[in-house]
């Protein structure tokens, strides 16, 4: 993990896994089975979960796939720890995608779902989850495709309103939310049979609580953007999300699709 970040990088994603779920791990939870289709996996096999969280698709793959050969890494130990606790069995480590502590061909499969934007070397972290697949097994990553989150993109439409350019630098700036971005990621890993598709989900809230109380306590650039402001400028942040929301009095959906790949060694 020397390399200079290509992505977002991983030291805002100290928070807990309850607070992780509430923002954005109710997203993760709803894509992961659509993502885990797209990916084939379908009975027993070994497989990685790089980049795992709290564990919204180690849970999906241990049903699917079965503990025997279920194995899942993330930076973050708080994460680790709410994944060892949800997933039983599973051989959950602390790991960067970058460095698998794997050996080559290792697994039938390695997924990174909502990951590759926040390595800090993607190009090294993708090249990583093809070396610990065998021959013929499968790679796939996926990531919110750019323009495509409601919520996100509420949130920073809301924040440069309030801080201007300043308030541009999180969501907009996220490498690899394009699919030609991660075509090229999957190209520079040498994968082939190489196929793209665009999964969306939906998100329901109770009302604007539901939507805005998680955001005070966000992982990455959201989280670090909310913590920046002064008391004035978190209200502020707060009205103008509530405004573009359309002021809810009560339920709500918003949507969003992420771009998924997948290829094999």
């Given at each position: ?10 030291s ?6 309850a ?60 994460f680790?720890e ?11 480590q ?36 093809r070396?610990?697949?065998?021959t ?19 949130f ?23 699919r030609e971005?991660?075509?090229g990621?999957a ?53 103008e ?10 339920p ?7 771009w ?6």
């Open positions: 993990m020397q390399a200079a970040p290509t992505g977002g990088g991983r805002s994603f100290a928070v807990s896994g607070s992780y779920d509430r923002f954005m791990g109710r997203y993760s939870a709803r894509l992961a089975p659509a993502f885990a289709d797209f990916a084939g996996i379908d009975g027993p096999m070994r497989v990685l979960d790089v980049g795992c969280g709290p564990g919204a698709l180690t849970t999906v793959l241990a049903a699917r796939a079965g503990l025997e050969g279920l194995s899942a890494v993330d930076p973050a130990e708080g680790v709410v994944c060892r606790t949800r997933v039983p069995g599973a051989d959950v602390v790991g960067a995608a970058e460095s698998l502590p794997f050996a080559d061909g290792s697994f039938d499969a390695a997924l990174s779902q909502l990951v590759v934007s926040f390595m800090r070397d993607a190009a090294a972290g993708v090249g990583e989850m070396r610990v697949v065998r013929g097994g499968l790679v796939a990553f996926s990531m919110w495709a750019a323009g495509e989150m409601e919520m996100l993109g509420i920073w439409a809301a924040a440069a309103a309030v801080q201007g350019e300043a308030g541009q630098s999180g969501d907009a700036k996220l490498p690899y939310r394009t971005e991660l075509q990621l190209d520079g890993a040498g994968l082939e049979d190489v196929r793209t598709e665009l999964l969306p989900v939906t998100m329901e809230y109770e009302g604007f609580d539901d939507f805005w109380i998680p955001l005070q306590t966000a992982a990455g650039p959201v989280g670090a953007f909310y913590s920046s402001l002064n008391d004035a400028g978190q209200e502020r942040l707060h009205d999300c509530r405004r573009r929301l359309g002021d809810p009095a009560g709500f959906t918003l949507s969003a699709s992420a998924a790949i997948r290829g094999r060694p």
